[in-house]
């Protein structure tokens, strides 16, 4: 192994064996004083020095020398490493695609069924803009008002900031911002609001990103369709629409100078509630452009203040009781919004109006109401969720849970009907006791032994929970999940009175599974997409009511609207339905079909107390023939007035008072006593005199429906309606 040359026992000795001067291998003497060169000039710079002509050479190290740019080169390199990693947070965080996306989720625009705009929910988002396609002064109105060296800085501007900041410090009025049109870019697209050093340290690495990927042009372009006007307006063109009623590309200086202010306090500013503030900020832009040199001073002052034009454009609710029903399923059918939707729904406006109309005149006070009408394959095509969906959103039709009283009987003569019972059966209409439960009449009227038709005509207590005990509840449990009932049923007799709870919606599709002879029938707001699945067809498919099971339970439920409980909605066509009362008249139902619609209507209180009077044969059953009438350019059923017996009680017993003896109607005209009286619904009183000679105005008898109300609950019997 060769040895270390500066291990001192392996070095050459000063002397040689013979005492003379020791030799290097060119026979040149030594220097072994420390390896160090003389003092003098370095001639060749290295290892090698020649110290005269002779020379010699050694190849001892040399001290290191640290450089001054070391410390400055490796922030350098930090400074690259961060800035990689950076880039690479920002292609995963913050793609280029999303300063086109919009700000907040578009609006989605509901369609009646003709096509025709019923509502629409959500932002209003127009088209994107090309700022290079736009007029000069357009553009400039927004550079000049919000960033005036868009064009040479980097996506932030220094001075602008140097700006903003004096001006902060030296002025006691408002602040200003220092942030550029990239930068708010940034912002809308990529940030939240919160203001955080660390979200503006991010702003200001966006717009870097978005100053080194995109044109100017593009930039300018994408903040214009995106920024926020007012109104729920995002986007130059929509702006434009909504204000002016024209396009961006025709928009005047004015009118660009007005929505450019807008976007410093576009809430505040909006014209439509802040003209003045709008046109005063206007006048600021202007003044700006001037400023900037964008306008001459005389261009300028013929600039008049903008005028709307909004009056053009019949503004679309933002809600209704059927949007907010339809709107989940068309946001889910609409599914990643990117611009504005619209989607088609099953409502009939000719129906809604009708419907609202019915409810209107119906003369209610402090009770709401609800109505559905659908076709009998679920299509619905009206709903009203309350009297007034300005002063309560509350969807009693779709969110409320009630009682539906008898109307729940339509599932006990079902399961009857299922067992082999038929309309002419006979069954006991005679108290009855279910282990502690004692059901009654409410009228305290019973009749022996009758039919399943007259039973249900009658709406008779004892007979439904005879029938329930008869075929099981579960069969008549069987017989509610089958047409579509999904909230929760008591494994008790009682729910043949309907004490357990359900929805105006489901109700009334259960219903429509008889007018559709099959079931169940599923209520829908929005035409279904597309062939369904094998999984659908084999879960979701129909079953249909065959044999005579079908017949049998029209004849059940047009004995109930023409003769029995329900003969207030009978119409000139064949009518279907059924009343429901409930236990201190809290709730009054009504849903029957006819021609091609099926409609529930309930009334009740939302506190659940009860209405005095109130039954599903008086003001819902009107209400029900009121819409039908209308919607089906129909009449009421003319039938001649029945023959009283002396076993009968009138049916109108419950709703008249009585005076020396004569009957007076809580609402109509009473001949007697030399009077002619009038009572209205609201309980006013009009008296005039007789004048038995003159009839002439007066409707015959025979042409008004007979009153028929459902017979009441007995104060004593709770929950057996």
């Known amino acids: ?173 408002r602040s200003q911002g220092g942030s550029t049109i990239t930068q708010q870019l940034a912002k809308n697209a990529f940030l939240d609001s919160d203001r955080t050093a660390a979200r503006k340290f991010r702003e200001v690495l966006i717009a870097f990103w978005l100053e080194a990927w995109l044109s100017k042009n593009e930039i300018l372009s994408r903040y214009l369709s995106n920024v926020y006007f007012g109104d729920n307006v995002y986007g130059l063109r929509a702006a434009s629409k909504h204000y002016f009623n024209r396009e961006p590309e025709d928009l005047s200086i004015g009118q660009a100078a007005m929505l450019a202010g807008l976007v410093k306090a576009p809430s505040r500013l909006a014209p439509t509630v802040n003209l003045k503030g709008a046109r005063d900020r206007q006048k600021l832009v202007v003044a700006a452009m001037v400023d900037a040199g964008f306008l001459d001073k005389a261009v300028a002052a013929d600039v008049s203040p903008a005028r709307l034009s909004t009056s053009k454009i019949k503004p679309l609710p933002d809600g209704t009781y059927f949007a907010d029903w339809v709107l989940p399923e068309a946001r889910d059918r609409a599914g990643e919004i990117a611009t504005e939707t619209t989607v088609k729904t099953t409502l009939d406006r000719r129906l809604q109006k009708a419907a609202e109309r019915a409810i209107r005149s119906a003369g209610l006070r402090q009770a709401q109401v609800a109505l559905v009408a659908m076709r009998p394959d679920g299509r619905v095509v009206a709903m009203v969720g309350g009297k007034s969906y300005a002063d309560s959103t509350f969807n009693r039709a779709v969110q409320a849970r009630r009682q539906p009283g008898s109307a729940f009987k339509l599932f006990v003569y079902l399961a009857a009907l299922r067992s082999g019972l038929t309309p002419d059966s006979k069954i006991e209409d005679e108290p009855v006791t279910i282990a502690d439960w004692s059901p009654k009449n409410s ?71 008889i007018a559709a002879q099959g079931y169940p029938v599923r209520p829908r707001g929005i035409e279904p997409s597309g062939e369904r699945s094998w999984l659908q067809s084999l879960t979701e498919g129909a079953h249909p009511l065959t044999g005579d099971l079908h017949a049998n339970m029209l004849d059940l439920l047009s004995a109930s609207a023409e003769t029995g409980t329900g003969r207030q909605a009978a119409l000139s066509v064949k009518t279907y339905g059924k009343t429901g009362t409930t236990q201190d008249n809290r709730d009054a139902l009504f849903i029957g079909f006819a021609g091609d619609l099926v409609v ?122």
């Open 443 to 513: 009228d305290g009227r019973y009749e022996g032994e009758i039919t399943l038709r007259r039973a249900f005509a009658k709406s008779s207590n004892v007979a439904a929970a005879r029938l329930i005990q008869q075929v099981g509840v579960k069969n008549v449990t069987r017989a509610a999940r089958d047409l579509g009932i999904s909230t929760p049923i008591a494994n008790e007799a009682t729910i043949a009175l309907g004490t357990s709870t359900v929805s105006l919606l489901e109700l009334t599709s259960a219903y429509a599974s």
């Open 600 to 721: 529930g209507v309930w009334v009740g209180n939302d506190d659940n107390t009860p209405n005095a009077g109130l039954s599903g044969g008086g003001i819902p059953a009107r209400i029900w023939r009121a819409f039908m009438i209308s919607a089906l350019g129909v009449g009421p059923a003319v039938a001649p007035e029945p023959e009283a017996t002396e076993e009968e009680v009138d049916p109108d017993a419950a709703n008249l008072i009585g005076v020396d003896g004569v009957n007076v109607p809580l609402e109509g005209d009473l001949e007697g006593l030399g009077l002619n009286l009038r009572v209205g619904q609201d309980g006013s009183i009009e008296i005039n005199r007789s004048n038995r000679g003159d009839r002439s105005d007066r409707p015959r008898r025979e042409d008004r429906a007979p009153r028929y109300e459902e017979p009441q609950y007995d104060e004593q019997a709770p929950d057996e309606r």
């Open 1 to 173: 192994m060769r040895p270390y040359p500066f291990d001192p026992a392996t070095a050459p000795s000063s002397k040689s064996p013979s005492g003379g001067a020791a030799y290097g291998s060119d026979r040149s003497p030594l220097d072994l004083s420390g390896g160090l060169p003389p003092p003098g000039d370095y001639s060749g710079g290295g290892d090698d020095y020649d110290a005269d002509a002779d020379g010699y050479t050694t190849n001892l190290p040399v001290a290191y020398r640290g450089s001054r740019w070391r410390w400055p080169m490796r922030i350098f390199g930090v400074g690259i490493l961060l800035f990689v990693v950076a880039v690479i947070w920002l292609i995963f965080t913050a793609p280029l695609s999303k300063s086109l996306e919009p700000p907040t989720p578009p609006s989605i625009t509901l369609l009646a069924e003709d096509g025709t705009p019923i509502a629409r929910r959500g932002a209003i988002i127009g088209k994107a803009v090309d700022a290079s396609k736009l007029p000069a002064n357009v553009t400039n109105a927004f550079l000049a008002i919000e960033d005036r060296r868009f064009k040479s800085h980097w996506g932030v501007d220094p001075r602008g900031i140097a700006r903003a900041f004096w001006h902060n410090i030296t002025s006691d009025g």
